[in-house]
C-alpha cells in the first residue's frame, strides 16, 4: 500500500508540473523547429535526428518554463493572475520543481550530444538566454524579445542538428520565430500591465501602454511576416510555403482583429488558439514544399 501511495504520489507531483509549465503548449516552437530539420535536411531527416531534436527541444521548454514559475514563485504569488499558480499556491515544492528543472536540462544536454558537437557546445548559451528571461521583466521591457530569442533557438538548432553549422537560412527562420513570439508575448502582457506597473516591473505594455503594445505587436508580425518571405526567395521555396505564409498572415490578422481598440476580453482565444495553428501551418507547408520536391 505504501509503495503505490508513494507511486501515486509521484505521478501526482510529475502531472502538477506538467500542467504548472503547460507542457502542451510545446506546440507553439516545436512545429518551426520541425520547420527548420526540414529545410535543412532538404527532404525528410532520419528518424534517429527528428527524435533527438523533439526531446532536446522538450527538454530546453520544460526546464524554461520551470525556470520561469520557479524564479517568478514570488511574484506569481502576489499577482492575481496567478496566485493559483502551483507553487505558490502550495501544489509543489520548490525544490521538487528544480529537480524536474534539473531532469529537464540533463535530457537538453543528453540529446544535443546525440545530435552533433556543435549543438553540444551551443546549449549552455541556450541555457544562459532561458535564465535571462526568467529574470528580464525586473529590469527591461525586452523580456518579450529575449523571450523570443529563447524560442528562436528552436529552429536554428534543429537547423544546425542537421546541418552542423549556422547558416543564413536558419537565421532568418529563427528570426521570424523571434519577432512572432515576442509579438504575442506583447499581447499577453496585457494582461498583466496594471500589477506590472504597481509592482515596478518592466514590460512594452507598461512602457507603451494598451494602444502602443498593440502597434507594437503588429509591427513585429509584419516583420515576421517579411523574414518569411525573405526565405522562401533565399531557399527557392514555391507556392505551398507561399500559400502557409498567407494562411499565417490571416491568422494574424484575425488574432490582432480579437484585440482591436484595446478589448483584451478574447485574448485567450487570441494567444493560445490563433498562435499554435500558425506554427502548425508553417510547419505544414514546409513540409509539403521539401517533400513534394524531393525526388
Known amino acids: 500500500m505504501n509503495d503505490m501511495t508513494q507511486k501515486t504520489g509521484v505521478f501526482q507531483k510529475i502531472s502538477v508540473f506538467m500542467e504548472m509549465?503547460?507542457?502542451s503548449h510545446t506546440i507553439f516552437a516545436l512545429?518551426?523547429?520541425l520547420?527548420?530539420?526540414?529545410?535543412a535536411a532538404n527532404g525528410m531527416p532520419s528518424p534517429r535526428q527528428l527524435l533527438w531534436i523533439i526531446l532536446a527541444m522538450a527538454g530546453a521548454r520544460t526546464a524554461a518554463m520551470g525556470l520561469n514559475r520557479l524564479i517568478d514563485a514570488?511574484?506569481?504569488?502576489r499577482n492575481p493572475r496567478t496566485a493559483s499558480r502551483a507553487i505558490p499556491a502550495g501544489l509543489i515544492g520548490k525544490g521538487t520543481t528544480l529537480l524536474f528543472i534539473l531532469a529537464s536540462v540533463a535530457l537538453l544536454l543528453a540529446a544535443a550530444a546525440q545530435l552533433n558537437p556543435l549543438c553540444l557546445k551551443l546549449s549552455p548559451l541556450a541555457l544562459f538566454f532561458l535564465v535571462l528571461y526568467s529574470y528580464c521583466k525586473r529590469f527591461t521591457a525586452l523580456a518579450h524579445v529575449v523571450l523570443g530569442l529563447c524560442l528562436a533557438a528552436a529552429p536554428l538548432g534543429a537547423w544546425i542538428a542537421i546541418r552542423g553549422s549556422i547558416d543564413g537560412p536558419a537565421l532568418i527562420l529563427g528570426g521570424a520565430v523571434l519577432f512572432w513570439v515576442a509579438g504575442f508575448d506583447i499581447l499577453y502582457a496585457l494582461q498583466d500591465l496594471e500589477f506590472d506597473r504597481s509592482a515596478g516591473l518592466h514590460s512594452i505594455?507598461?512602457?507603451l501602454g494598451v494602444e502602443g503594445s498593440l502597434w507594437a505587436a503588429r509591427m513585429f508580425h509584419m516583420v515576421m511576416l517579411a523574414l518569411l518571405l525573405g526565405l522562401l526567395s533565399l531557399l527557392?521555396?514555391?507556392a505551398f510555403f507561399m500559400i502557409g505564409i498567407l494562411v499565417a498572415a490571416a491568422m494574424l490578422l484575425y488574432e490582432h482583429w480579437l484585440l482591436r481598440e484595446g478589448d483584451l476580453s478574447k485574448l485567450d482565444a487570441a494567444f493560445f488558439n490563433m498562435n499554435g495553428y500558425?506554427?502548425?501551418v508553417i510547419l505544414l507547408s514546409?513540409?509539403?514544399e521539401v517533400l513534394m520536391r524531393t525526388p
Open 74 to 77: 514570488g511574484i506569481d504569488a
Open 35 to 39: 520547420s527548420g530539420a526540414l529545410l
Open 236 to 238: 527557392h521555396l514555391g
Open 278 to 280: 500558425i506554427s502548425i
Open 286 to 288: 514546409t513540409a509539403a
Open 205 to 207: 505594455p507598461v512602457l
Open 31 to 33: 512545429p518551426f523547429a
Open 21 to 23: 509549465i503547460k507542457f
